[in-house]
């Protein structure tokens, strides 16, 4: 079974400047979601997604971050305009769902990530 | 915010001691689960412990979960250099929509 394919890798830009991040989750898999990982911390949601609508972006930076899932596939998250504290690995992650409380359906792949470095 | 902390931040043994990391949350869950991250890599998921259940093993790991202390542990037996990683606990809240809060891990240095 494929697992969470992330692009591209490694990504430095400069402040101010957009970038974008595309995750292609497990197949079949109907929740996607993506992380901000900082050096030396875990990861934090930004968007969780089930199918192509947004369950949660309570701590998504909306004045900067954007994220569509338009097919209920595949999904990119986007930075416009990148500042200094947003260098991080960004981490898409997916799970089968519909959420169970006590299932394993909230087991969460993820990708290897994408790191940013914002100069 | 992080509701997982994990204790220690890095823990270094050698290759053949068990190594024990601990996770202390706040509020009510439905099940608490362990990753692992390598460097440069995403997180794996290693088990999940539901919140009615106070232990379980899986090969060389063996879990625990204190809903009275807010508390979990895991241990990895007779550890393996390949086992140096990261380590994060996630909590699934009670009442969330199946999201992961994330501790800010315990990075484990197995020496050979």
């Known amino acids: 079974e494929a697992g969470v394919a992330q692009s591209p890798r490694y990504k430095i830009i400069e402040k101010r400047q957009s970038v974008a991040f595309w995750c292609n989750p497990i197949?079949?898999?109907?929740?996607l979601y993506w992380y901000q990982q900082i050096l030396g911390q875990g990861p934090k949601l930004l968007i969780q997604?089930?199918?192509?609508?947004?369950?949660?972006d309570s701590q998504l930076p909306k004045d900067r971050f954007s994220a569509e899932r338009l097919k209920g596939v595949d999904s990119t998250l986007k930075i416009q305009p990148a500042k200094l504290e947003d260098s991080a690995v960004y981490l898409c992650?997916?799970?089968?769902?519909?959420?169970?409380?006590?299932?394993?359906?909230?087991?969460?792949?993820f990708g290897a990530g994408t790191r940013l470095s914002v100069l | 915010s992080q509701q997982g902390e994990e204790d220690p931040q890095a823990l270094s043994i050698q290759e053949g001691e068990n190594a024990t990391m601990n996770c202390s949350y706040k509020?009510?869950?439905?099940?608490l689960q362990w990753y692992r991250q390598n460097s440069g890599r995403g997180l794996v998921h290693l088990i999940l412990?539901?919140?009615?259940?106070r232990e379980k093993h899986s090969g060389r790991l063996r879990v625990t979960l204190d809903t009275s202390k807010k508390s979990s542990s895991l241990l990895i037996t007779a550890s393996r250099a390949a086992d140096t990683a990261s380590y994060f606990c996630?909590?699934?809240?009670?009442?969330?929509?199946?999201?992961?809060?994330f501790g800010s891990g315990t990075q484990l240095t197995v020496l050979p």
């Open positions: 992650a997916s799970s089968l769902g519909p959420p169970n409380p006590l299932g394993a359906k909230n087991i969460q792949y």
């Open positions: 197949s079949g898999h109907a929740t």
């Open positions: 997604f089930q199918n192509n609508g947004v369950v949660d």
């Open positions: 509020t009510s869950i439905n099940n």
């Open positions: 412990i539901r919140s009615n259940e």
């Open positions: 996630a909590t699934d809240r009670f009442g969330s929509a199946r999201q992961l809060t």
